[in-house]
Nanobody
Framework: QAQLVESGGGLVQAGGSLRLSCVAS?????MGWFRQPPGKEREFVAS????????NYADSAKGRFTISRDNAKNTMYLQMNSLKPEDTAVYYC??????????????WGQGTQVTVSS
């Protein structure tokens, strides 16, 4: 059972940058970032494979966000550049059990708020 803790959220002006971190209490398989804008459903942002060699992005994140991970630190990152007001949301990290190569994410963090002002 892994616990996930996000950090790095905050208030930033449009065009600015933030880096989110997600620390896992143990080893995990694939991990991902999701977000839930105010009044909307939670949506996928980006994912990364266990090795870090494969990444996937939502269209809204392509070219602006970069997902990465440091397995030695059990930590995943989301570098967010050129932020827009529509990026305002609670950002969640998620992870799959280390021994599960497929299926839904098993673990979720509590979320970190990102607010982008215009």
């Amino acid at each position: 059972q892994a616990q996930l803790v996000e950090s790095g959220g905050g208030l930033v002006q449009a065009g600015g940058s933030l880096r989110l971190s997600c620390v896992a209490s143990g080893r995990t398989n694939a991990m991902g970032w999701f977000r839930q804008p105010p009044g909307k459903e939670r949506e996928f942002v980006a994912s990364i494979s266990r090795s870090g060699g494969l990444t996937n992005y939502a269209d809204s994140a392509k070219g602006r966000f970069t997902i990465s991970r440091d397995n030695a630190k059990n930590t995943m990152y989301l570098q967010m550049n050129s932020l827009k007001p529509e990026d305002t949301a609670v950002y969640y990290c998620a992870a799959r059990n280390y021994y599960s190569d497929y299926g839904p994410y098993d673990f979720w963090g509590q979320g970190t708020q990102v607010t982008v002002s215009s």
